[in-house]
């Protein structure tokens, strides 16, 4: 039978991969020929791409599919592109859903390469790039600063904590505030390093403070979404973009029964995090956004389903503004 499609499934985790080489024959017939567990290295992306060469056809293009679990993917994927490969890098619950159509109950690895090799020959999925290495710095940079935040919040709460306790060591407290100015200077330090990433880059830093004109959009705001989605490389619609940060709503429905609807939050939680101050600030500070929330939340009667609608407009408008290389217009109307 010819062979129509060949796709190369990898379950990828910390320490090792398991891939397994897909073919879609004539007549839709499906085949899983061989399935190799590899370190997740730089000696066995070698041997994977020598293990791959000896049983595909030379002749015909040859995919690689995975998840984006973490950051465990992203060298063997940096690798292969290198090589100019075809990748397609999908969200987990993509691929979950695409196993779950195929009652696959069994959750390993070597399942798991299988389900992404067969959803590699069978669908037509959306090839990733690999965007330009300022925005790899970015992410480093933005991710970082996020969790020092984090850090300092919960020494601040700590702090608060052992001040209004029955009798609090001065020593304690003084190391606690020293410790909390510690980080105020490593988080404001970053911030510099980012400032001076992003202005080695006229075309980052142009794109960026036009985007900047939207009312409660801080730069480091607008720098995290744009470095979370490397530049927007792999994204095309602000559909695709709002299921990527998880800001895409589920809906349960069955017959009569409505459930609720909500966010999946199976995204990019460092966009959503970026994004929960500033929505606050652009319905304070914005008339398009402030009447938006208003509306909505006298429908709804949950300031948080409607903060979260706000949050999910401003990541769209980022999109927007970013390709159209467009500043913020309020109250703009499009031509007809």
């Given amino acids: 039978m010819k062979l129509l499609k060949q796709n190369v499934g990898i379950d990828v985790a910390k320490g090792s ?3 397994t080489l897909t073919v879609l024959l004539e007549g839709q017939v499906l085949k899983h020929l061989r399935t190799k567990t590899f370190q997740n290295n730089r000696g066995g992306f070698d041997e994977l791409t020598e293990w791959v060469s000896k049983l595909s056809d030379p002749l015909l293009p040859l995919h690689f599919t995975m998840e984006a679990t973490g950051v465990y993917y992203e060298s063997l994927a940096y690798y292969l592109w290198g090589l100019d490969h075809i990748i397609h890098v999908l969200l987990p619950n993509k691929a979950k859903k695409f196993a779950d159509s195929l009652n696959i109950k069994s959750k390993t690895d070597k399942a798991g390469s299988k389900v992404l090799g067969q959803m590699g020959v ?12 300022i925005y790899r710095t970015l992410r480093t940079l933005v991710r970082e600063r996020q969790q020092l935040i984090k ?28 410790h909390i100015k510690y980080l105020d200077k490593q988080v404001k330090a970053i911030e510099k390093e980012i400032d001076k990433t992003v202005n080695k880059d006229q075309f980052v830093a142009d794109k960026i403070k036009k ?12 720098v995290t979404v744009v470095a979370e989605t490397f530049g927007f490389a792999n994204i095309t619609s602000i559909k695709q973009l709002n299921s990527y940060s998880g800001y895409d709503v589920q809906i349960r429905e069955s017959g009569k029964w409505k459930g609720k609807s909500r966010i ?39 300031g948080l389903i409607s903060g979260t609608a706000v949050q999910r407009k401003l990541v769209g408008l980022i999109y927007t503004l970013w390709k159209k290389d467009e500043e913020y217009i309020e109250n703009y109307q499009a031509p007809i």
Wanted: aromatic share 6%.
């Fill in 151 to 178: 850090e300092r919040t919960r020494c601040k709460n700590q702090l608060h904590a052992e001040m209004h306790s029955a009798g609090p060591l001065k020593t304690t407290l003084a190391r606690m505030r020293n």
């Fill in 264 to 302: 999946s939050k199976k995204g990019n939680s460092h966009i959503r995090q970026a994004m929960y101050m500033p929505s606050l600030s652009s319905i304070t500070h914005s008339q398009t956004y402030k009447k938006f929330y208003n509306r909505l939340n006298d429908k709804k009667q949950n």
């Fill in 211 to 222: 985007i900047s004109t939207v009312p409660g959009l801080r730069t480091l705001t607008i």
């Fill in 17 to 19: 991969f398991v891939a």
């Fill in 122 to 133: 069978e669908r037509s999925l959306v090839k990733w790039g690999l965007g330009s290495k």
